[in-house]
Each structure stands twice: as structure tokens, then as C-alpha cells.
């Protein structure tokens, strides 16, 4: 595809909005669970939160790549890593046992975005190459 190709803005919109949607679900679900109000007051930690979860969105958009394929396995990798980051949080929040946070979890959580874009790029590469073989 041309890297002039209209439908790339649109994929890029897409991703980012993917990212706002996946961080405010988040917090709202945070907040619902423990019965307290939605925080948005840390912009840059949301900000932050946003443009980590668009990465893999991001990297296929700017492939133009419109294969379902690998946007599926990006979007399930990473709700899946969020909905267990968030679940963790949630329990402590709940049951402090004074331990603080998860450090291999939160690493895991800085880092998996990278490796999601990586294996959602190498799914796109096989998926496209499929189909010109067919």
C-alpha cells in the first residue's frame, strides 16, 4: 500500500483511540469495583498509559495494515494483561497485605506492549504473505 493511503490516518485514529478507550475503561472499571470515583487527575500517568496500550495499534497503522488478524491478537494480548494487571490492583485494594506494588508485574506491563507489537507485526507479515500466495 502507499504510505499516501487515506485509510492510514483513519488506522492511526483507530489506535489511538484504542489507547484512551483501554486506559479510561480501565480507571472506570477501577473506580466502579471499589465503589469510588473516576481518577483522571494524573494526566501524564494517563497520557502515559494511552500512548503504551496504542503501540501495537499504532505500529499496524502505520503498515497501513487493515488484516484482521493481527489487530485481534494485539487487542486480546492486550486487554488480557490489562484486565489481570487491573484485577491485581483491584484485590489489593481491597486486602492491603503491605507488600506495595509488583515490580516484575509492572516491568512485565511497561515492556509487554513491545513484545505485543512485535508478534502482532510478525502475525501481519505471515497473514499478508498468505494472501499473496493464494
Known sequence: MSKTDPSRSLLIGFALALGVVVSVGERAVF??????????????????????????????????????????????????????????????????DGSGVDMFGALLMLLSPFAITAVALVIDRIVQRRSKGS
Open 31 to 96: 473506580a466502579a469495583s471499589l465503589g469510588r470515583e473516576i481518577d483522571l487527575s494524573e494526566i501524564d500517568v494517563l497520557t502515559m498509559n494511552m500512548v503504551l496500550v496504542a503501540i501495537p495499534f499504532l505500529a499496524l497503522a502505520l503498515r497501513s495494515s487493515k488484516r484482521l488478524a493481527p489487530w485481534a491478537f494485539a487487542l486480546a494480548a492486550t486487554v488480557g494483561l490489562r484486565w489481570w494487571w487491573l484485577a491485581k490492583g483491584i484485590a489489593y485494594q481491597r486486602g492491603p
